[in-house]
């Protein structure tokens, strides 16, 4: 009967937990109360771990394992409002910028992962993969759909790469309509917000883009040096370099003058 109700995991525990129950002599209720408790604890591992699947994550990341003492200029609780149910009740947008290997998309897959623990389905993507995909659709609105059934998008490194004269226009239609359907959107950047027209060919574009994520969002900037890199001292200022460049060339141009 077990077997054919679907209910593998009492079918499994039953033979172990009987004994127990006899020994100790458990209620009927206590009996049944555990043997329920199993059943369900295993099916929303499982369900868990198949929405984790599905959302694509790159590597697995949770806010348990984000080195907060690195990143002394973030605190824990400046991400509470994002970590509970309201990020999808209250529709809750992020747009975090910073350079490389300061945690960003770290924090936005620990974010969506509290999500799916919360119940909730996600989505990771880059902003170049999204607007590709979206660019050479046959049929956007059939396109669209990976990208605004999931209550909670990541869309990461926005701004790394070039995008073509269309990327403003797929990206709008993705924040309007997750706009529209009140589902939160986690953005990193590594270019500041006012950069964003010259990423996307469009400034208007960019700024309703920007407008609509930070409605109900929040904007956080990240500093410091890189995790990937910690513990090693490199000089990574280039613009330091650039201007060493200049004036090495400028010399050299200036001894050339006066030979």
């Known amino acids: 009967m077990l077997k054919s109700l679907g209910l593998s995991t009492i079918q499994r525990v039953l033979p172990e937990l009987v004994p127990i129950a006899e020994r100790e002599s458990w209620s009927y209720q206590q009996l049944l109360e555990r043997l329920l408790a199993e059943e369900v604890a295993h099916r929303s591992e499982r369900r868990t771990h198949t929405l984790i699947t599905k959302a694509k994550f790159p590597f697995e990341a949770t806010i348990d394992t984000f080195d907060f003492t690195f990143r002394s200029d973030l605190k824990r609780q400046m991400l ?3 970590l509970g149910p309201e990020l999808v009740s209250d529709h809750r947008s992020l747009i975090l910028e910073g350079p490389p290997g300061t945690g960003k998309t770290h924090l936005c897959i620990a974010i969506a ?4 623990q919360n119940g909730f389905t996600a989505r990771f993507t880059t902003a170049a993969a999204l607007i590709n995909d979206l660019c050479v659709a046959p049929e ?3 396109a669209l759909q990976p990208y605004l059934r ?5 869309i990461d490194e926005m701004g790394y790469l070039g995008y073509g004269p269309g990327a403003a226009d797929v990206l709008f239609q993705v924040v309007d309509q997750r706009y529209l359907k009140g589902k939160p959107i986690l953005l990193t950047t590594n270019k500041p917000l006012n950069q964003w027209g010259r990423v996307l060919h469009d400034q208007e574009l960019a700024r309703a883009i920007i407008d609509r994520t930070l409605h109900h969002g929040d904007y956080l900037k990240l500093a410091g040096p890189s995790f990937r890199l910690k513990g090693r001292k490199l000089d990574l200022d280039l613009n330091s370099i650039d201007k060493t460049t200049a004036t090495a060339s400028k010399k050299s141009e200036e001894k050339s003058l006066n030979d």
């Not at 992962?113 to 799916?116: G, L, T, V």
């Not at 999931?150 to 990541?154: K, R």
């Open 80 to 82: 509470g409002r994002f």
């Open 113 to 116: 992962y509290k999500a799916i």
């Open 150 to 154: 999931p209550h909670v998008l990541v």
């Open 140 to 142: 956007r609105n059939v």
